[in-house]
């Protein structure tokens, strides 16, 4: 019941997005007065109006960042994880999430980056490798080695529990910066 309920609030999500009337593969358009829409804001505890990121994760929760803290839906409620209750998430203003094949909700933020992954968290630094900067995008191979991208042009790769630089590739104009991606060839 708890997965339905976080599926529909996500179809609720993309749905309002701008769509006026929903297509049927025959071309047959619904009207959306035969669909039932649930707006869910600050009043009923988001602890802002937009998001920054969405991941669900194997259990059913769908997991938000915002600017004012990284949030839990359960399909009825919102728990919101923030410096006060959550001292190990190192910032409120998370930018991405990404959940990676073993599990771990990897939470980027604007002051630092972290995991976390059976309600235990893991926060990285400089003695890990971490370069400081918050995450752009997330790639991981089928072995589960998982790259990264920063804001200020990194390139990185983790495993062995830290991370390593890796040489940024030739180009004309490094400051467009890098997106990574995994071909799922071997």
């Not at 190990?88 to 939470?107: A, Q």
Request: proline share 5%; glycine share 10%; aromatic share 16%.
């Amino acid at each position: 019941m708890k997965f339905l309920r976080a599926k529909a609030f996500c179809f609720a999500l993309v749905f309002c997005a701008g769509a006026s009337t929903l297509t049927s593969a025959s071309g047959n358009a619904a009207p959306l007065s035969d669909y039932l829409f649930q707006v869910w804001q600050t009043d009923q505890g988001l602890p802002e109006n937009s998001a920054t990121a969405m991941v669900q994760t194997p259990d059913g929760y769908l997991w938000f960042g915002t600017f004012n803290g990284l949030v839990r839906f359960d399909g009825v409620k919102f728990k919101v994880f923030d410096r006060f209750n959550t001292p190990e998430l190192p910032g409120t203003g998370i930018v991405n999430l990404y959940l990676d094949h073993s599990g771990r909700l990897w939470v980027s933020t604007l002051t630092g980056t972290a995991y976390v992954k059976d309600g235990r968290w893991r926060i990285f630094h400089d003695s890990d490798g971490w370069p400081g900067s918050y995450v752009w995008r997330f790639a991981e191979t089928s072995s589960g080695d998982l790259y990264l991208t920063t804001w200020d042009h990194k390139l990185l790769r983790f495993r062995s529990d830290r991370f390593e630089l890796i040489p940024q590739p030739p180009v004309s104009r490094p400051t467009l910066g890098f997106q990574s991606f995994v071909d799922g060839c071997r």
